[in-house]
């Protein structure tokens, strides 16, 4: 990625040249001497960092708030090493036209889920694609519906997204995010139905399983009446612990079947057929139509400003909960009276990582909000009363 080597200098003229910079913004410290700079070109907020490198300075981006375009990191680096009058030692921010690693018409962002709207009246979600055989092929067999695969494999993501053009398919949308969070974004009674094809077992951390009581009630909910949950499995242990979960709610309508064979195989479906294994299929109905989900989440933080000494008063240990946690990860300096935070907050399988500016004008998330999941939700209320403490 994107980043220039420079002579070592002296960091604290960079304050005094942010007035007069045509991109940089604020300047910042934190305790172990790392420096971010905030950035602001081309209608994108994001932050560079400065860290020493065997007796030189590296100029690069910042994972957290890095924007998808490249060369708008290349042009920023660019710009800053000049305003700052930096001497350049080596660099790799040549302009390039290479389209970036999901860019597609067809790759989804979770926060494009906020507000969109669904080309296709009916609708399907494959939870794990991997190689993407069965999303395809069900792709092409429906035309009419739209099918929603997730994968957090990225690699995997970007295969599928190759051929969704190579196939001229115009029923895919890809998403490159978890899917216990990710139906949380859906509105209610909008699928038919929900693949769940050979999920890794976890046989040693059942926690991060995908089925779990909570997914099997945010599916139930996300499902029309009558719509399906299918999960389709190799493994012996997650079958029956598949079951378990399923009848441990009420009013489940179950059906069950064993070495089906589908209009599709996939490559570990072909690899556990040579090895004679048995494949089962738990198909989980959707008996009544669910209510509204109420998506009134407010990531605001409404009359939070800075209080003198706040920087010492944050816990420097994870609050850990049930459900979700909030970790204050690093506390950059960027004036007498303001603050930027970096911290991870969330889910435990997919928290979110995000900076904060607080001051004395008030407090918002730099540089997006984060996902309006509930687990996200109950942490926002957390930093709020972490932010209003007062000192002893």
């Known amino acids: 990625m994107p980043h220039l080597k420079v002579k070592p200098f002296d960091t604290s003229t960079i304050k005094s040249k942010i007035e007069d910079s045509s991109i940089m913004t604020f300047f910042a410290t934190s305790d172990r001497l ?3 700079i905030g ?9 560079l960092q400065l860290k020493q490198s065997d007796g030189a300075y590296l100029l690069k981006y910042d994972k957290v708030t890095r924007p998808l375009k490249v060369n708008i990191l290349k042009e920023a680096l660019d710009i800053v090493s000049k305003e700052l009058s930096l001497e350049v030692l080596s660099s790799n921010i040549a302009l390039s036209n290479t389209k970036p690693a999901l860019s597609s ?16 009246d009916k609708v399907s979600v494959e939870v794990g694609f991997g190689s993407g055989r069965h999303l395809l092929y069900q792709a092409n067999k429906n035309p009419d519906t739209l099918f929603i695969g997730l994968e957090i494999h990225t ?21 490159n995010y978890d899917a216990r969070l990710f ?58 612990y598949s079951l378990e979960t399923f009848f441990s709610v009420e009013k489940t309508e179950v059906e069950v079947r064993k070495n089906e064979a ?10 556990w057929l040579k090895q004679e294994k048995d494949i089962y299929d738990v198909y989980v109905k959707s008996t009544e139509i669910s209510s509204k989900k109420d998506n009134i989440i407010d990531f605001n933080f409404n009359k939070v400003k800075y209080i003198q000494g706040i920087e010492n008063c944050l816990s420097k240990q994870a609050l850990v909960f049930d459900d ?14 303001s603050l ?20 004395s004008n008030g407090c918002r998330y730099f540089v997006s909000n984060p996902v309006k999941t509930t687990v996200n939700n109950l942490a926002h209320k957390l930093l709020i009363e972490q932010f209003i403490l007062k000192k002893d």
């Open 39 to 47: 950035i602001e070109h081309k209608n994108e907020e994001f932050l």
């Open 262 to 271: 589908l209009g599709v195989t996939s490559k570990y479906e072909a690899r």
């Open 155 to 175: 690699p995997s993501a970007q295969q599928v997204l190759k051929q969704i053009e190579l196939q001229a398919i115009e029923n895919i949308w890809v998403v």
């Open 105 to 120: 018409a067809y790759f989804k962002k979770i926060e494009d889920f906020e507000d969109i709207k669904y080309p296709k």
């Open 340 to 359: 930027l935070i970096k911290c991870a907050f969330g889910s435990f399988d997919r928290p979110e990582h995000k900076y904060i500016l607080l001051d």
């Open 324 to 337: 979700y946690f909030v970790h204050f990860e690093r506390i950059f300096k960027i004036s007498d009276t």
């Open 183 to 240: 139906l949380e974004m859906l509105p209610s009674n909008l699928c038919s139905q929900i693949f769940v094809h050979f999920p890794v077992p976890w046989d040693k951390k059942p926690q991060r399983r995908v089925i779990s009581k909570s997914f099997l009630s945010e599916s139930m909910r996300v499902l029309d009446k009558g719509g399906r949950l299918e999960l389709r499995t190799d493994s012996n242990n997650y079958f029956w």
């Open 34 to 36: 790392d420096i971010v």
